[in-house]
């Protein structure tokens, strides 16, 4: 099987312009799917995959990008999780001072 050698440039192009850019503006996979109109799954590929490949000191960098938009995202679940909960917990507190009042 022959792959298209203007194909293959095309994604060489795209990995290294996506790379860039995530090193620039330390964006998180969403936001740059978004500004190069291209799925998540595509952007993580050809970060996680594609690009330690074609420039393993630049996927270096991107890597540790990468982690701390990981653990950024963990912590702002938690917390969104723990304020979710907190207002339900409060919401049945107040329920269940209006039952005992009644």
Do not use: W
Request: hydrophobic share 30%; aromatic share 8%.
């Amino acid at each position: 099987m022959m792959i298209n050698k203007k194909h293959t440039d095309s994604i060489r192009e795209r990995v290294l312009c996506i790379a860039n850019y995530t090193l620039e503006t330390k964006s998180d996979i969403r936001s740059t799917a978004k500004k190069f109109f291209v799925s998540k799954s595509t952007v993580h590929s050809d970060l996680s995959k594609k690009l330690k490949k074609i420039d393993p000191v630049l996927y270096s960098k991107i890597h540790v990008i990468l982690i701390e938009n990981k653990y950024e995202g963990q912590l702002k679940g938690g917390e969104s999780t723990k304020k979710r909960y907190s207002y339900h917990f409060q919401e049945q507190k107040k329920n269940s001072r209006q039952r005992v009042q009644m």
